[in-house]
């Protein structure tokens, strides 16, 4: 039984981080995703969510790429995550190259190519743009409402 790990915080969920939790998944038979709580987002990864750690979890859990979720809370678990867990194979995007190579001692190390043309901050700035164009509606607003 292979098992894979990445790290991340996954916020907005779209096909970039669909591809890589597939990737991370196809090499080995189980995946753990050690998922960026909302205090590591804010104090560690100057990240603010729009998802909840809860809501991020479970959409998580809901993906058949996806075996588990454990929370990542700070920089320094990942050793013990890789014992803990009895991890094979640690995977990430290569935005993050070179910066987990300490555990190749414990395991293998591999970083994936990231998917261009998309990320959670892209899909934020669409989203206010989209809302900005005179005549649309609010959302949360019920198109008898004036604005
Ligand atoms: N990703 C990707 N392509 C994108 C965007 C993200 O392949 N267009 C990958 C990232 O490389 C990462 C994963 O999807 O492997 C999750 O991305 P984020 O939610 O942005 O997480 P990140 O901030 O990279 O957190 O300790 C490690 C960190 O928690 C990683």
């Not at 080995?28 to 729009?50: E, H, P, Q, W, Y």
């Not at 987990?100 to 892209?122: H, W």
Request: charged content about 25%.
């Amino acid at each position: 039984m292979n098992i894979v790990i990445t790290y991340g915080t996954y916020d907005l969920l779209h096909i970039g981080h669909i591809s890589m939790l597939k990737r991370c998944r196809s090499l080995g038979d189980r995946l753990i995703v050690g998922l960026s709580t909302d205090a590591f987002n804010l104090k560690m990864k100057n990240k603010v969510c729009i998802q909840t750690y809860a809501e991020r979890k479970e959409i998580l859990e809901a993906l058949r790429w996806v075996d588990q979720v454990i929370p990542e809370e700070n920089w320094e678990q990942k050793s013990a995550d890789v014992e803990n867990y009895s991890v094979d194979v640690f995977a990430i995007g290569d935005d993050w190259k070179g910066k987990f190579d300490f555990l190749k001692s414990l395991c293998k190390v591999i970083y994936l190519p990231r998917t261009e043309g998309i990320s959670t901050t892209l899909r934020k700035n669409q989203i206010v743009q989209t809302f900005s164009l005179p005549g649309l509606r609010n959302p949360g607003t019920a198109p008898d409402e004036t604005p």
